[in-house]
Structure formats: structure tokens, C-alpha cells
T-cell receptor, first 113, second 112 residues
Framework: DGGITQSPKYLFRKEGQNVTLSCEQN?????MYWYRQDPGQGLRLIYY???????QKGDIAEGYSVSREKKESFPLTVTSAQKNPTAFYLC????????????FGDGTRLSIL | GENVEQHPSTLSVQEGDSAVIKCTYS??????FPWYKQELGKRPQLIID?????GEKKDQRIAVTLNKTAKHFSLHITETQPEDSAVYFC???????????FGQGTILTVHP
């Protein structure tokens, strides 16, 4: 979806390092989401934000942190506390109260060196 | 919280055959049930969705059925083509714009 930009497409991290994944949207959506996908599995919710300066933990928030200082941006930091960070990370956004489904970005593939 | 189970995990069919993928969910508060198609390394693409006030929805070769009483919904693809080969995910949510709980995925292979 051209409205959601995730960068970089591929990211490598050394053990013990924090790394931040970028998610930017120009769809004017209030709600944004981060999902993690492991090989052969479905997506699992990490964090979500319904409005600027507010966010909630999803099902697998441990080892991750987020911020929502701007409507357009919802960066995800994978901390050193996340022991198995290798995965495909997908960002999504939506309009609360609408009939429109979530739009997904193209994802970032994170690997441990 | 919501739990979504999806079956089968792999499905192999001949071109022209039908394919059916089934999902069950646990939270009666869920009212929105989308299906996504994901090709290798790409983002999930919404292919069809259904809301709880509807029992069936069709879009050309794709249909989805919902049984709210039994808490299950299914994806039906007719006249399958090789380009239908992908991973398919079901999901459930209270609303169309809210957080989604996904099934584990089904790898569909359509043989020419």
C-alpha cells in the first residue's frame, strides 16, 4: 500500500543492540498497529495506538517499545530484552469508527547477525 | 482474549478444483472476519471480509461463510488457478478498523 511506508526493508542487528523500525503513513489514519510474523505462522499483535500520545500493549509486547508523537509515525524499537527478534514485522493503520479495514505496509525483515 | 484456529495448514489442489479453508474463533464479541492472501515476502492483501450481520458473501470465485452460533467461518475458492497459490490467513476483530487476531495460515498450492 503506497500510503504506508516501512523502512528499511531488511535490517540486521547484532546481539545486545536495540534497533528501531520505521513506519510512516500519509493516509491521515488515527490508529496504527505493529504485528510480528514468524515463518509459517500468522501475524501477532505487538503494540497498537488509537490516537497520538497513546498506545497499548498487544499480545507479545515484551522486549519491544513504541512511541506515537505524531499521527503519521509509529516507530517500533526492538530492545536487547527481545531474545528472539528475527521475524517479519508489519505495520498497519486504520480509521477508528470507519467501515474500512486496516492497510498494511510492505514490512521489514529483521535478522540477527 | 480472542483465539483463532485455522485448518488445514497446507492444502494442495488441482487447477479447476475448489479449495476450502476453515477457521474457528473464541470471542463472541468478534464481529468482523477478514481473509488475507500473502505471497512470499509480501504484505497480506485483503481478499474478502464478512461482518457478523451477514451469513455469506461472494466476490467472483471467492466466497466466505459465517456461522456466528458455532463461531466458525470459511473461505471457499472455486475454479482454482495456479496464481491462487499463496498463504491464506483468516482473522477476527470486534470492528473492521480494530486490532486483528490471526489464524496460523494455510499454504495453498494449485497444481496446473
Amino acid at each position: 500500500d503506497g500510503g504506508i511506508t516501512q523502512s528499511p526493508k531488511y535490517l540486521f542487528r547484532k546481539e545486545g543492540q536495540n534497533v528501531t523500525l520505521s513506519c510512516e503513513q500519509n493516509l491521515n489514519h488515527d490508529a496504527m498497529y505493529w504485528y510480528r510474523q514468524d515463518p509459517g505462522q500468522g501475524l501477532r499483535l505487538i503494540y497498537y495506538s488509537q490516537i497520538v500520545n497513546d498506545f497499548q500493549k498487544g499480545d507479545i509486547a515484551e522486549g519491544y517499545s513504541v512511541s506515537r508523537e505524531k499521527k503519521e509515525s509509529f516507530p517500533l524499537t526492538v530492545t536487547s530484552a527481545q531474545k528472539n527478534p528475527t521475524a517479519f514485522y508489519l505495520c498497519a493503520s486504520s480509521i477508528p469508527g470507519s467501515n474500512q479495514p486496516q492497510h498494511f505496509g510492505d514490512g521489514t525483515r529483521l535478522s540477527i547477525l | 482474549g480472542e483465539n483463532v484456529e485455522q485448518h488445514p495448514s497446507t492444502l494442495s489442489v488441482q487447477e479447476g478444483d475448489s479449495a476450502v479453508i476453515k477457521c474457528t474463533y473464541s470471542d463472541s464479541a468478534s464481529n468482523y472476519f477478514p481473509w488475507y492472501k500473502q505471497e512470499l515476502g509480501k504484505r497480506p492483501q485483503l481478499i474478502i471480509d464478512i461482518r457478523s450481520n451477514v451469513g455469506e458473501k461472494k466476490d467472483q470465485r471467492i466466497a466466505v461463510t459465517l456461522n456466528k452460533t458455532a463461531k466458525h467461518f470459511s473461505l471457499h475458492i472455486t475454479e482454482t488457478q495456479p496464481e491462487d497459490s499463496a498463504v491464506y490467513f483468516c482473522a477476527a476483530s470486534e470492528t473492521s478498523y480494530g486490532k486483528l487476531t490471526f489464524g496460523q495460515g494455510t499454504i495453498l498450492t494449485v497444481h496446473p
